[in-house]
């Protein structure tokens, strides 16, 4: 395979047209360490499923973008990976484009668990907003799991950062708080034309899409067990006989164990895997779908470019 001409990690596509007198767009990028709620909270702003979500850190593993459509307004949301210390290739990918994507954006949403405190990896994730001399705000998410007093240490010591125009407290959750939130990432967006048409909620490939759904239900059905260590190849997608899409689809495992966990008992995991993941699909592309799937073992897949490629990372 060629070497990839890798660009500005979120070129924006060609405008749509000429601009709606006070029309603004800008680009949002959804930052933080791991497990902080940015998939979550995408979802929510966009009011769309765009990004899969798990409980299982460093699930994104690549940005993702949304679209909010509002009247005279259009905000790209970029969910990025988690920033957290990498340990194979793709992780460090990960990292590297996340730490790119901040320096191209109107505006960093930097991400913290206010159930947790401020850590290492979020005083880590600061010191990169100060290197890209990003605008930012904070979000202090899932303030649902957290008791009020606690908030106003966290408010205060962020504030003395000098980091961020505001510090809107959210749960991506529930909701709590985020129409303000969207008002307050609203009022920070420049001037200038929409530059997807209304009726597009990301730009993310359909190939990619169907493999992260199925991604996303591996993480589901195994829980803890194997995920960080699996990858979903596409192989094929067809339409076929009364409007059935076929779709073969390859999950990847790092060791023979985990292969087994995926397929388990008599198959029954791989039954139930490939169950959640039709239905998904089905809404998705909203039509009949039969659904194929295999495990193939490929030790150290993590750090082969070639593999990390077909995954959609862009590696360098």
């Known amino acids: 395979m060629g070497e990839i001409d890798e660009g500005p990690a979120i070129a924006a596509p060609p405008d749509t047209g000429v601009m709606p007198e006070g029309s603004r767009c800008g680009f949002v990028a959804l930052a933080g360490r791991a497990n902080v709620g940015k998939s979550t909270l995408m979802n929510r702003l966009v009011g769309a499923k765009v990004s899969i979500v798990s409980e299982v850190p460093q ?18 949301f970029i969910d990025t990976p988690g920033i957290h210390k990498p340990r194979y290739r793709m992780n460090e990918e ?53 008791a009020k007093e606690n908030l106003l240490p966290l408010i205060d010591e962020a504030s003395r950062t000098g980091l961020f125009e505001e510090i809107v407290p959210v749960s991506a959750l529930t909701g709590e708080n985020s129409d303000r939130l969207q008002a307050v990432i609203a009022a920070t967006m420049p001037a200038g034309p929409p530059h997807f048409p209304e009726d ?15 991604r996303e239900q591996v993480f589901q059905q195994t829980r803890q ?43 029954r995991m791989m039954k139930g895997i490939g169950t959640s993941a039709r239905h998904q699909l089905e809404e998705y592309l909203g039509s009949r779908v039969h659904l194929s799937l295999w495990v193939k073992v490929k030790r150290a897949w993590r750090d082969d470019r070639e593999l990390l490629r077909l995954i959609g990372l862009p590696v360098s």
């Not at 699930?59 to 790209?76: A, E, K, S, Y």
């Not at 206010?114 to 998410?141: H, I, K, M, T």
């Not at 990301?202 to 199925?214: H, K, N, V």
């Open 59 to 76: 699930t994104t593993r690549f940005p993702v973008r949304g679209v909010l459509h509002r009247p005279g307004l259009q905000v790209v």
């Open 94 to 146: 990960m990292v590297r484009l996340a730490t790119r994507v901040l320096r191209e954006v109107d505006l960093v949403a930097a991400l913290v668990d206010a159930s947790e405190g401020f850590g290492p990896g979020d005083r880590f994730v600061f010191d990169l907003l100060r290197q890209a001399r990003s605008r930012n705000l904070l979000v202090l998410n899932k303030v649902d799991l957290t």
């Open 200 to 214: 597009m909620l990301t730009d993310l490939p359909q190939r990619q899409a169907i493999a992260e759904l199925i």
């Open 225 to 267: 067990e194997v995920p960080h260590s699996t990858a979903v190849i596409i192989d094929l997608v067809e339409p076929a006989e009364g409007g059935l899409i076929r779709i073969h689809a390859t999950i990847i495992a790092d060791k023979e164990s985990q292969k087994g966990i995926l397929i388990g008992e008599g198959g």
